[in-house]
């Protein structure tokens, strides 16, 4: 099976910058697409950004100019960063890896990671 470790997230005042990091591990052949979620207190988690496994990106609109999502498939890992950052963009972030296509015999439909906090101040 696969981990999924994220790793960077921290406090940081309105305005600052955050990078995030998500390690992969074990079966890695098992992932494709990767994304980014996030989820603040009382809201439902969120898609925050996508990344293919050839590099194609789709962000949401409201940290368009100000994320950008990128991955090193050598590495087995995917990074967020995180500029401009608001005290609307507090929450947990994960880390979701879809299953590669074909391979339903011997990996999950999708990966998680534990989430790393990311907390902005006014």
């Known amino acids: 099976q696969v981990q999924l470790v994220e790793s960077g997230g921290g406090l940081v005042q309105a305005g600052g910058s955050l990078s995030l990091s998500c390690a992969a591990s074990?079966?890695?052949?098992?992932?494709?697409?990767m994304h980014w979620y996030r989820q603040a207190p009382g809201k439902e988690r969120g898609l925050v950004a996508t990344i293919s496994y050839d590099g194609r990106t789709y962000l949401v609109d409201s940290v368009k100019g100000r994320f950008t999502i990128s991955r090193d498939n050598a590495k087995n890992t995917m990074s967020l960063r995180m500029n401009s950052l608001k005290p609307e963009d507090t929450a947990v972030y994960y880390c979701n890896a879809d299953r590669a296509d074909g391979l339903w015999h011997r990996c999950a439909p999708d990966y998680w990671g534990q989430g790393t906090q990311v907390t902005v101040s006014s």
């Open positions: 074990g079966d890695t052949s098992c992932i494709s697409r």
